[in-house]
């Protein structure tokens, strides 16, 4: 299926790795240019070879902390007009209240949440002037599937699905479309360390981590490609009618309301 992506202008955040990684070489397998920003020059360097020899297509790095509204401006700058944005950068820290202190909670959001405004304020702006573009979160199905254990989780990715949801009710007025993308358990390094935080709460033992495995549907987490192959095509003209939402891909984790099934998978 030719998704009429070809020759797009993509720039994706936290693109070093995990999705972030897997959505630039879904991008460039259907012939776009890429803009990628991380803090890791070597990975966005190992990524910007390969990717290259492989595709053929244009890529261009920005190594870079993005933890700010200033650096979010000067990525912003940087890059210029893009067809898509693919706010993807974010980490807030999993643990219930007691155990996320306030330099943690802010840290988190300066990055996730702040930044996934920063970034959209002003790339928006330019899609607007064209009255044409796409911008997609990565926000996380913790914000329609409230954890206490990942409270600040929660509360930063309901509040980015908030954003996304109003922004996007009104853009495609002006020629832009806006949406989010809910992962649950994906795949990724990050994913290790949160369940390690979940083993320890369940088990009292991080090293049993994988021992969740078998409570997620499919016995299984997401991979990062599916969530960026469902990226690619939200991005596209295919989906040129689909603003102001949030799909979800978790295997029915949020459907269910609960992370993890109890008792196993069934």
């Not at 944005?85 to 330099?103: F, K, M, T, Y």
């Not at 959209?120 to 997609?136: E, L």
């Not at 020629?175 to 992962?183: F, S």
Request: net charge negative; with cysteine.
């Amino acid at each position: 299926m030719d998704l009429g992506l070809q020759g797009k202008r993509v720039l994706i955040t936290g693109a070093s790795k995990g999705i972030g990684e897997a959505a630039a070489w879904s991008f460039a397998r259907e012939g776009c240019a890429l803009q990628l920003a991380a803090r890791s020059a070597e990975a966005l360097e190992r990524i910007q070879q390969d990717i290259g020899a492989e595709h053929g297509v244009p890529v261009t790095i920005h190594p870079m902390d993005l933890a700010s509204d200033a650096q979010m401006c000067a990525l912003a700058e940087a890059v210029g007009d893009v067809d898509v944005l693919v706010n993807n950068a974010g980490n807030i820290p999993s643990g219930p209240l007691d155990a996320v202190d306030d330099a943690a909670w802010r840290q988190g959001f300066n990055l996730k949440v702040f930044g996934y405004v920063s970034l959209p304020r002003a790339i928006y702006a330019k899609m607007q002037a064209r009255r044409d573009g796409v911008i997609i979160n990565d926000i996380g199905n913790s914000g329609e599937n409230w954890d206490a254990n990942y409270i600040a989780g929660s509360t930063g990715n309901a509040a980015l699905m908030a954003f996304t949801r109003a922004l996007g009710g009104v853009s495609l007025d002006y020629g832009v479309r806006v949406l989010g993308v809910n992962p649950g358990p994906v795949e990724t390094d990050r994913m290790v360390r949160l369940m390690k935080r979940r083993a320890t709460d369940l088990f009292g033992d991080e090293d049993r981590w994988r021992d969740l495995f078998d409570r997620y549907p499919g016995g299984r987490p997401a991979t990062a490609e599916e969530v960026a192959d469902l990226m690619v095509f939200l991005a596209s003209p295919r989906a040129g009618y689909i603003t102001g939402t949030i799909v979800t891909i978790d295997g029915g984790i949020a459907s269910r309301g609960s992370i993890i099934k109890e008792g196993g998978r069934k």
